[in-house]
C-alpha cells in the first residue's frame, strides 16, 4: 500500500493523528498488537512466543513471560541452567571439569605442564638412553608424589631449555597426562590405582612439590607449575571437555571424539542489529541440533526477523 493523505502502517490503518497502530477497538496504540490485536504498550513491554503482551518484557528464550530458561538443549529442551558436554540440559546446573553432569571429575584425563629444574641436561635433548631413563625416572617420581601408579603418566612433551651458564642448572619444560585408568584406555571397567585428582588438588600437590630439593637424592625438582586442564578420554560412552566435534565437519578436528558425543551444537541466524547473543533476532527459539529458528507466534523467516 501507499498510503496518502498522512495516514500510515503497513495496510495505512493508522490516521495522521495516531504515532503508533490502531488497535482491534480503534484505539490509537503507543507499542505493538498481540495475537488478538489489543495493544501492548509500554517502555519494557513485549511479546511473548504466543504473541501475547508481556509488561515487563521479560521474555526468556523459550518466549514465556517472567520464564527462566536461559538456552536450548539439542533435544530442544528448555534448559534453566546449563548443558553438560552432549548438549544436554543438566537440570542440577552441577558441570563437573569433565563437562559431565552431576559427575565426580573422575572420567577424564589431566593434562599437566610443568617446569623442573635438572641437575644433568646432557643427552635429554633427543631420544635416546639418557632421554628414556630421564621419562621412567619422571614417571616414577611422578607417581609417587600423587599416589597413582606409574602406568596412569603418560609423558606428551618434553623440551630442554638452554642454559645461560655452565653453572647454571637447566630447565626443562614437561607435558604429562593422568590418565583416569591403567595405561590411558576408555574402558569402563578398567581398573583404576587411586582416585582421579581434581585440577585444584593436583595443582596444590604439585606446587607443595617445588620446594624440593636435587640434593635429596632426585634428578630434578619441580620449578612451577604452567597448567592443569582436563581434557576427554575418548571412547568412554562420557561427552567430555574438548570432544565435541565442531559443526563445519565432524572430522575437522583430531581431537573430537564423534563415538562419544553423538550430537553438535549449531549456531542459529540471527538479523543484523540483534540484541547482543541472541539467536533468532530475538524473536524465536534456536534448534542446536540442527540450526533452525522455531519463530514466536507472528514473526517468520530463517533468522525470524519477518513481522
Known sequence: CQCTDGYHGVFCGSPPECGGVVDADGVCCEGRLDAAGACCAGANARLDGNALCCPTGDVDVCGVCGGSALTVDVA???????LDGQGLCCDSGAIDECAVCDGDGSTC???????LV?????????????????IAAFTRQMATLLGVQPDRILVQEMAVMRRRSLL?????DMAFMLNPTAGGGAQSDAPTSGVQLSER????????ATAAAIAAGQAFAIQSVQAVTSTGVCGNQQCEVGERCPEEDLRA???CCPQDCAFTLKTCPTAPGSP???SCSGRGQCLVSSGE????????GEDCSQC
Open 201 to 208: 588438588e593436583l595443582t596444590t600437590i604439585l606446587e607443595g
Open 118 to 134: 635438572v641437575e644433568d641436561t646432557n643427552g635429554l635433548s633427543q631420544e635416546g638412553e639418557a632421554y628414556t631413563a630421564f
Open 76 to 82: 530442544g529442551r528448555c534448559c534453566a541452567t546449563i
Open 276 to 278: 547482543p547473543g541472541a
Open 168 to 172: 647454571q642448572l637447566g630447565d626443562v
Open 109 to 115: 584425563a589431566k593434562l599437566v605442564e610443568v617446569v
Open 253 to 255: 578436528v583430531s581431537a
Open 293 to 300: 529458528c522455531d519463530c514466536f507466534e507472528g514473526y517468520a
